[in-house]
């Protein structure tokens, strides 16, 4: 092996540079050397290349935190992998310890770090992780799919939050790689109408693909009276995976129904009127990343309970990953893979 590889590595001011870089080396007893089988662009990743940043970065830092591995080598103190085994890679390194992580609520540590945004990450031929961020997968699991382990986590657990019933009407807001996810998930789960809006065509297809009974574009077409003329009295569930449109779903979901708020917008300041929630009894939940959802994503990865390859629109090698960005960028891809 030389002792140099490639990486994607973020410059800061909107810059993501192919540089030569020195392998990692282990450097703890609980870490683990990785080899990258492949990686995904997020659209974590396109926030943070935007000027100015959408999403805080490390400037110098290798991107990439959606990448499935294979382990290389293993520190002193680790005992549950070895050579050979194949892992997906929670980036989120959470200390353990604060009051959040103790409460169980690592997923809001207040020591947190992650792999592929403030430390190096998958964009690259290797990489280094501790060993408590690695979940072991099948190797008969295709490597493109598993890179979708760490967004699937993310839906599974805003998806138990509002816990759906069989035969509940669901309105997704957004068709991106997160809300794709959740159609296919509450399709999975049951769910009776699921109308997704949106504004992209070409997401508009995939959207349809992945279990929509209806797509509707909220520019050309009245959301809300499509809503209620196809549920009755709005949905039971709405989920707002775009960040900036909590104020419309108060419009779209039922008395006493469920409002989950997972895309993240640092800028949105939308206006709510607090009555309405308070008089109609809406439940309003806000879900973050993942927490202890690792497992059973892995788990309907590997037993195909969800048609998650059909997402998987692009896939190029590391040496192209600016074409894929570009793609994401525009709109005119959905998961976009990376090959190392």
């Known amino acids: 092996m030389s002792k140099n590889m490639l990486a994607a590595v973020f410059k800061g001011e909107g810059r993501l540079e192919l540089e030569e870089v020195f392998f990692p080396r282990l450097k703890r007893e609980d870490e683990v050397l990785l080899k990258v089988e492949a990686a995904s662009i997020c659209g974590t990743d396109i926030h943070i290349l935007e000027v100015p940043p959408g999403h805080p970065a490390t400037k110098g830092v290798i991107l990439g935190h959606e990448y499935t591995a294979k382990v290389l080598e293993v520190g002193g103190d680790i005992t549950h992998l070895k050579e ?22 690592p997923n809001t540590c207040v020591n947190m770090t992650t792999l592929g945004i403030f430390i190096d990450g998958g964009f690259a031929q290797c990489n280094v992780a501790p060993a408590k961020a ?96 196809k549920t009755g009295l709005g949905a039971d569930v709405v989920v707002d995976a775009v960040g ?41 939940l806000g879900t973050f990343i993942a927490n202890a959802t690792f497992p059973p994503a892995v788990k309907m990865l590997e037993n195909k309970v969800l048609e998650i390859k059909g997402l998987i629109t692009h896939q190029f090698p590391l040496s192209k990953i600016k074409e894929g960005v570009e793609l994401m960028r525009k709109g005119e891809a959905i998961k976009v893979i990376i090959k190392p």
Do not use: W
């Open 84 to 105: 050979g085994d194949r892992v997906v890679i929670d980036p989120n390194i959470t200390c353990g310890y604060c009051e959040y992580c103790r409460l169980g609520l």
């Open 134 to 229: 690695l979940h072991k997968i099948s190797s008969s699991l295709p490597e493109e799919e598993a890179c979708l382990a760490e967004p699937l986590s993310c839906v599974i657990n805003g998806a138990q939050k509002v816990k759906l019933q069989p035969g509940e009407s669901v309105v997704v807001l957004g068709a991106g790689p997160i809300g794709l996810l959740f159609t296919l998930l509450f399709k999975s789960a049951g769910a009776g109408k699921i109308i997704v809006a949106e504004v992209n065509k070409f997401r508009s297809e995939f959207a349809l693909k992945s279990g929509a009974d209806l797509v509707v574009d909220p520019t050309s077409e009245n959301l809300e009276k499509i809503v209620k003329e």
């Open 244 to 284: 900036s449109l909590f104020a419309q779903t108060l419009g779209l979901v039922r008395n006493g129904g469920s409002i989950l708020l997972f895309g993240m917008n640092e800028k949105a300041r939308g206006e709510i009127k607090q009555y309405d929630i308070t008089r109609r009894e809406i439940k309003v």
